[in-house]
């Protein structure tokens, strides 16, 4: 079939055909990004965190009248205070394993600093890693369920305690490995000295754990999203967070009683809604905005596709009614009806084709306007080609039913009067 | 004349009853999905204190130096405990107060009930007069309990129904941490959103509301540890809280009440003199890098619109877009399907405008019932952004008077813009054609 009788219709519809050609180029350039941001959303909520997260809650609580921690007796107070609770909770029948914790992958509130291989740098100077801390004692590990790669894991004997605002620096850590690679390159970091926060004094990396994201979820934190150090350190402060491992089937049973089980082992302290929360829910809180976002954006694409498949097959049920007459007499001259079907498919083929094409553009160009203004990356090409086969996909599936009626007009019609 | 071409739109749009109903469709869903996303929009863009922001002013003193300075020269985003301190005795502004964030627990007087956790800011007195926080009860404290560290407090009416049953308790005593204090006011439900006196600490918007105040150099004194961030371009050269106080670490949020631009004006040579003295004392090796915005730049420059936000709202209005052209074809076809009927009309002595307020009238008759639509489900829209945004945001997003107005207007509108070029057209028939091909 040639296409020229197509064109030369066409540019008798010079209107119709820009208009569907416009809305055609829109949606193409508005599906492909937002589907471009839903596939980041996902790709971001499926971020391993590098911890077991089943049977996994934190417990976070303030206590009340107690000393503030900024003399000896206070810290040794409130350090007696945090393992009074730790004994009593690991004692507890249903829990697997307890660690006093500062914070949990995706918690969104962090310590975190820098490590050079220089005593004494700068800290927000070029050439140190940024890294977030964990401090726990020897049932972290184990609790949070993170594996070991290298070297050792903690020992009572390498857990310390102190204030919060003490500055004095651990002996000993154990690093992602992320972060130890990036320190030692040749994979060695085992045994290496290093200092943490601009500090004179060495600290020594006695382990390195495969994986452990960073408690911050937002864009700031994308550059060392899984650089952790983790330090043998209760931190004795106003307040306390343990990170407990139910024993499988006994979680919920566990979180309910912990209030009552916390009050009895000391009443002085606040617990609020907040206080028991399962690692399910942090990581649903972390994502909660990701994912109304790719639902929105999802909700956005349907819409758009469906107004601009409508909007297809309402404008060629109108040109098929308009033309019934030529339609009748092309039948009555021989044209069969795949001839006709085939004509409408075709012509709608080079409208959305150019409309697609334009839609390209545009989407390349919408795509750069918002990586201007906002926290975008550039799109890859494979949505752009998917986004416009979609388009041109759609636009043949919403002209079928049209072009199918045109092809069932009698040639008959051909000898009637309008 | 109307009520004819009602009537003749009533009978034109029931020919096609599905036509009618995409067209209606598509207004409805294009209009509905973008006043959804602006109510979200307008909720968290909203000025907090519309009658007063333009006085309200965030000062920001580089005591980093170039290698504390983002990306973009700006100096750290909050103060630090000497800095801050010399603002607030310097006294340079009309009002003024340092504040950080507080977590106190209340022990209750009744004994037989938990202790619960509050959270609050460490304010000055001029806090409550600069912000125009409104009281139910009693009022803020005076300058002297600033400098007495009095153990007065101001609670919101939320921990003042917990207390005290929603009484007046000004003159009552509460046990914050251990020690008592005098409540001097009870606020009447105050909880501004975005939370624009602490913009670092709170990112803008949070679920709870700030429950206690007390004088700022009075949680000093108790060790009152700061619950929100802090960060440090070094380490502190002492421990403890103390140590934090004396060192460079930022931590307290600032604001001060400047009423006209020559106030403006001296108070930032007053910030670039105090820099450029501390710069001569040696303590800052650099030039005065300071900045003063006023709340609206200052919630501009922290991004306090989430980026996600205007996102959604661009690509919904990018949706009703395509509604419009859509419609705008579908239209051009009905319209241009009456060509002879239009032919005829013209024959019979109607004018262009005629022909024009007919089909305006139709295309505005399409509009009305796309934005009867579009109401319905912008409400549904607005109730169910629960279910797909952070709590802190959508519980701010609500239906009113002006949005559902506008909602029908833009629906209107829209419609009536997109029937512009095929009204046009169909004006432009030309009737001997029309009647030789009949």
């Known amino acids: 079939m040639t296409t020229h009788p197509i064109l030369a219709a066409l540019r008798k519809h010079k209107a119709g ?37 089943s049977n996994l809650f934190l417990v976070t609580q303030q206590w009340v009248g107690a000393p503030d921690g900024d003399d000896p007796s206070g810290v040794e107070k409130l350090d007696n205070m945090q393992r009074e609770d730790l004994v009593a909770l690991r004692n507890l029948p249903d829990v697997a394993s307890v660690a006093p914790i500062n914070s949990l992958p995706l918690l969104n509130s962090s310590w975190n600093g820098a490590i050079s291989l220089k005593p004494g740098s700068e800290m927000r100077k070029g050439g140190n890693t940024r890294t977030t801390f964990y401090f726990g004692d020897e049932q972290m590990l184990s609790t949070l369920g993170v594996r070991l790669v290298a070297g050792r894991a903690f020992t009572a004997a390498d857990v310390q305690h102190r204030s919060m605002h003490d500055q004095t620096e651990p002996t000993v850590v154990i690093l992602t490995k992320p972060v130890a690679d990036k320190l030692f390159p040749d994979g060695n970091a085992v045994g290496k000295a290093m200092y943490l926060d601009g500090s004179t004094s060495p600290t020594t990396i006695i382990g390195v754990i495969e994986r452990l994201q960073v408690p911050g979820t937002g864009s700031w934190t994308n550059t060392f999203a899984y650089n952790a150090t983790l330090e043998p350190l209760r931190i004795d402060a106003n307040f306390t967070r343990y990170v407990v491992r139910a024993k499988p089937g006994r979680m919920d049973a566990l979180m309910q009683a912990m209030p009552s089980t916390l009050y009895k082992i000391n009443p002085m302290r606040v617990l609020d809604d907040d206080s028991v929360k399962s690692f399910a829910d942090i990581r649903a809180e972390a994502y909660r905005a990701d994912v109304g976002m790719a639902i929105l954006m999802g909700v956005v694409c349907l819409v758009l596709l469906g107004v601009t498949a409508a909007g297809i097959v309402g404008l060629t049920s109108f040109w098929v009614g308009q033309r019934h007459r030529q339609i009748g007499v092309r039948r009555a001259l021989g044209a069969r009806k795949i001839d006709i079907l085939h004509y409408f498919q075709i012509e709608n083929l080079m ?68 | 004349m109307l009520s004819y071409y009602i009537e003749l739109a009533v009978r034109s749009l029931k020919r096609s009853p599905g036509l009618t109903l995409l067209m209606v469709l598509t207004i409805g869903f294009g209009v509905a999905a973008s006043m959804t996303t602006y109510s979200v929009f307008r909720a968290v863009s909203g000025d907090p204190i519309p009658w007063k922001s333009s006085q309200l002013f965030v000062p920001q003193i580089d005591m980093w130096g170039p290698t504390g300075r983002g990306a973009d020269g700006e100096p750290p985003d909050a103060m630090d405990y000497i800095d801050a301190m010399k603002l607030v005795r310097d006294h340079r502004a009309k009002l003024q107060s340092a504040m950080y964030q507080i977590s106190p627990s209340i022990v209750p007087a009744d004994a037989s009930k938990h202790p619960v956790t509050t959270s609050g800011h460490a304010v000055n007195s001029e806090f409550f007069p600069m912000l125009d926080v409104p009281f139910q009860y009693g009022n803020g404290w005076s300058a002297d309990d600033d400098r007495q560290r009095a153990a007065v407090a101001v609670i919101s009416s939320k921990l003042n129904q917990k207390l005290f049953g929603g009484a007046n308790s000004v003159g009552k005593t509460i046990d914050i941490e251990g020690k008592d204090y005098r409540v001097v006011g009870v606020l009447n439900n105050w909880n501004p959103q975005p939370r624009f006196y602490d913009v670092v600490n709170s990112g803008g918007f949070s679920t709870g509301l700030d429950d206690i105040f007390i004088p700022f150099d009075r949680a000093i004194s108790e060790a009152m540890a700061n619950n929100g961030n802090t960060n440090c371009n070094e380490i502190p050269k002492e421990s403890g809280f103390v140590g934090l106080q004396n060192s460079t670490c930022v931590w307290i949020a600032y604001m001060a009440e400047l009423d006209d ?24 090796a650099w030039a005065p890098n300071n900045r003063l915005r006023s709340l609206p730049d200052w919630l501009d420059s922290q991004h306090v619109v989430p980026s996600d936000t205007k996102v959604s709202l661009l690509v919904a209005l990018g949706l009703l877009i395509v509604c419009l052209v859509n419609t705008a074809g579908l239209l051009l076809a009905k319209f241009l399907r009456r060509s002879s009927e239009i032919g005829v009309r013209r024959a019979l002595g109607a004018q262009r405008n005629s022909i024009y307020a007919q089909f305006l009238t139709e295309a505005g008759i399409v509009g009305v019932a796309g934005g009867a639509l579009g109401l319905l489900l912008t409400g549904l829209g607005v109730l169910s952004v629960g279910w797909v945004l952070p709590k802190e945001i959508a519980t701010l997003a609500h239906v009113d008077f002006v ?27 030309q009737p001997a054609w029309q009647l030789k091909s009949n």
């Open chain 1, 351 to 418: 409208i959305a084709g150019g409309g697609a094409i334009v839609g390209v553009a545009l989407a390349v160009g919408l795509n750069a306007w918002l990586m201007k203004h906002f926290e975008m990356d550039r799109i890859p090409v494979v949505y752009v080609l998917v986004g416009l086969i979609a388009l041109v996909a759609l636009g043949q599936a919403a002209v079928f039913v049209p072009a199918r009626r045109a092809s069932n007009v009698s040639p008959i019609e051909a000898t009637r009067a309008v």
């Open chain 2, 403 to 429: 949005l559902l107005a506008l909602t029908l207007l833009i629906a209107v509108l829209a419609t009536l813009l997109a029937g512009l070029y095929p009204t046009f057209r169909a004006s432009r028939v």
């Open chain 2, 261 to 284: 631009s020559a106030a403006v004006k001296t108070y930032r040579e007053y910030l670039d003199g105090y820099a450029h003295q501390q710069q001569q004392a040696g303590r800052f």
């Open chain 1, 17 to 53: 055909v820009v208009l569907i050609a416009l809305q055609i180029a829109l949606t193409l350039a508005i599906v492909c990004n937002a589907i471009f941001i839903i596939g980041q959303r996902i790709e971001r909520v499926h971020r391993v965190t590098g911890i077991d997260e």
